[in-house]
């Protein structure tokens, strides 16, 4: 089981982006770095892009999101207003759930 999901709400806790919350909309997990996430409005670069008539791309200068690494971001707690560690429990039934480390609560629930 992963501590992050794509959907989680997350605040970035280092870089030029530091304080600022979105979403996880895509988790790379396949890299070298270890974990990365595309996360909704942080780390918006300018990528040059060269127009493609055939896909109907037109061509300039576009801002998309990159990747960030996981030991940059928090999974965001609403219940405390602040970014929270993420641990793991085993209900009575043998299920698998991650939890807020601070207040021991089950997230998404």
Known sequence: MNKFKSGDEVIVIAGKDKGNR????????????????????????KKHQKPNPNLGVQ??????????????VAIFNPETNKGD?????????????????????????
Request: glycine fraction near 12%; avoid cysteine; charge should be positive.
């Open 22 to 45: 979105g979403k996880i909309t895509k988790v790379i997990s396949d890299s070298k770095r270890g974990p990365l996430f595309v996360v909704s409005g942080v780390n918006m670069v």
């Open 59 to 72: 061509g300039g200068i576009v801002e998309k999101e990159a990747p960030i690494a996981a030991s940059n």
């Open 85 to 109: 560690r993420v641990g793991f429990q085993v209900k009575d039934d043998g299920s698998k759930v991650r939890i807020f480390k601070s207040t021991k609560k089950e997230i998404g629930a």
